[in-house]
C-alpha cells in the first residue's frame, strides 16, 4: 500500500559516529523533507527536496546532510557535528513545495534517535 | 517564527464535541490555514485545510471566521482515540521561494471517558 516508510524506528548513535535515517515513499511525490522533534517541542524542519538532485536547508541544517539522487528516497545522515542529536526525526512528502492547496504533507512514522 | 497561537491544553468528555481555537491574526489572504494532529509517538496526520469557507470531511469540520483571523476545528463525536496534539499551521514562504509548514506546540487533546 501507499506511503512513506521510514527506517529504523529506534537507532543509536555511539560518539563521533555518523549513522543515516532511511525515508521511502511511493506516492509519487515531487517534495520530501526532514524534520526533528524534541520532547514537548513542534516539529522543526532539517531540509526539504523539491526535486530529484535538489535540496535545501530548513531552519536547524548544521550537523545533518541529506541527498535525493532517486524521486522515492531522501536519506537523512546525522553527523558527528550534531551535538545533540537525541530526537525523533519525522519524514514528508508532498505534491509539491509551491503555493497550492493540495501541498498536503504526509508523514512517515518517525525514527528515534538516541545516543550511547 | 509560527504564525498561529493555541491553548497549550484542552479536556473533553468522551462522545461530545471537541472545538479546537486556533488565532492566526497575521494570516495573508491567500495563505490556507491546516489541521494536522500527531498521536503519542507517531507521525502527523493531516486533518482538514481549508481558505475561506467552513469544511467538512470524515473526520471534521474546519470553521473559518470572517476576517481569517481565527479557525475551529470540531470533532463532532470526541472518542479516546481523539486523544493527541492538534496543530494549527499556516504556510511560512521561505527565502528561497518555496514554502514551508512551520508547526508550533499545538494543543495537547485529552479525551477522558
Known amino acids: 500500500d501507499g506511503g512513506i516508510t521510514q527506517s529504523p524506528k529506534y537507532l543509536f548513535r555511539k560518539e563521533g559516529q555518523n549513522v543515516t535515517l532511511s525515508c521511502e515513499q511511493n506516492?509519487?511525490?515531487?517534495?520530501m523533507y526532514w524534520y526533528r522533534q524534541d520532547p514537548g517541542q513542534g516539529l522543526r524542519l532539517i531540509y526539504y527536496?523539491?526535486?530529484?538532485?535538489?535540496?535545501q536547508k530548513g531552519d536547524i541544517a548544521e550537523g545533518y546532510s541529506v541527498s535525493r539522487e532517486k524521486k522515492e528516497s531522501f536519506p537523512l545522515t546525522v553527523t558527528s557535528a550534531q551535538k545533540n542529536p537525541t530526537a525523533f526525526y519525522l519524514c514528508?512528502?508532498?505534491?509539491?513545495?509551491?503555493?497550492?492547496?493540495?501541498?498536503?504533507?504526509?508523514f512517515g512514522a518517525g525514527t528515534r534517535l538516541s545516543v550511547l | 517564527d509560527a504564525k498561529t497561537t493555541q491553548p497549550p491544553s484542552m479536556d473533553c468528555a468522551e462522545g461530545r464535541a471537541a472545538n479546537l481555537p486556533c488565532n492566526h491574526s497575521?494570516?495573508?489572504?491567500?495563505?490556507?490555514v491546516y489541521w494536522y494532529r500527531q498521536i503519542h509517538s507517531q507521525g502527523p496526520q493531516y486533518i482538514i485545510h481549508?481558505?475561506?469557507n467552513n469544511e467538512t470531511n470524515e473526520m471534521a469540520s474546519l470553521i473559518i471566521t470572517e476576517d481569517r483571523k481565527s479557525s475551529t476545528l470540531i470533532l463532532p463525536h470526541a472518542t479516546l482515540r481523539d486523544t493527541a496534539v492538534y496543530y494549527c499551521?499556516?504556510?511560512?514562504?521561505?527565502?528561497?521561494?518555496?514554502?514551508?509548514?512551520?508547526f508550533g506546540k499545538g494543543t495537547k487533546l485529552t479525551v477522558n471517558p
Open positions: 514528508a512528502s508532498s505534491i509539491a513545495v509551491k503555493r497550492e492547496a493540495k501541498n498536503i504533507q504526509y
Open positions: 506516492l509519487n511525490h515531487d517534495a
Open positions: 527536496s523539491q526535486i530529484v538532485n535538489d535540496f
Open positions: 497575521t494570516i495573508s489572504g491567500n495563505e490556507y
Open positions: 481549508g481558505l475561506k
Open positions: 499551521i499556516v504556510r511560512v514562504q521561505t527565502q528561497g521561494g518555496s514554502e514551508k509548514l512551520v
